[in-house]
């Protein structure tokens, strides 16, 4: 499943703006959704993680092109076959992170491996090289 195209410009905290010097503001930002396509109208993306602990996450949150919010959401308790965690919150929508795939990342990945595959012995057999 191709991982969902939506973005929303995230403007820096109050707490952040109150802190800049005179004259040089921080910008907004812009985050794009973690999730599979196909999910239910409220988009998310990881900003940062406090150390693992549950809830311990930070995510923004947002629908359409609404106003984003950030709220701290524990992780997803399941695991791959390799015993990997899926890197999303629990109960997210849509498939796990590893059934997720960034159409973006995967051209540049097969580009390189094209160009340089012995940099990428794990995409050999599946070129054929």
Known sequence: MNQCTAVAL????DHLLALAAPG???????????????????HA???????????SA?????KG?????????????????????CELFAGHPSAHSWG??????????QALVRQRPHLFPEYRDEEGS
Do not use: F, K
């Open 45 to 55: 993306a990881m900003l940062w993680d406090e150390g693992g602990r549950p809830g």
């Open 65 to 85: 092109s609404g106003l984003a919010r950030l709220t701290p959401l524990p992780w997803c308790p399941a695991l791959d076959p390799r015993n990997e965690a």
């Open 24 to 42: 040089h503001s921080p910008e907004a930002g812009y985050v794009l959704c973690e999730l599979g396509e196909e999910h239910d109208d409220q």
């Open 10 to 13: 995230l403007p820096p905290p």
């Open 100 to 109: 997720i795939t960034d159409p973006t990342d995967e051209a540049i990945t």
């Open 58 to 62: 930070v995510w923004v949150r947002w």
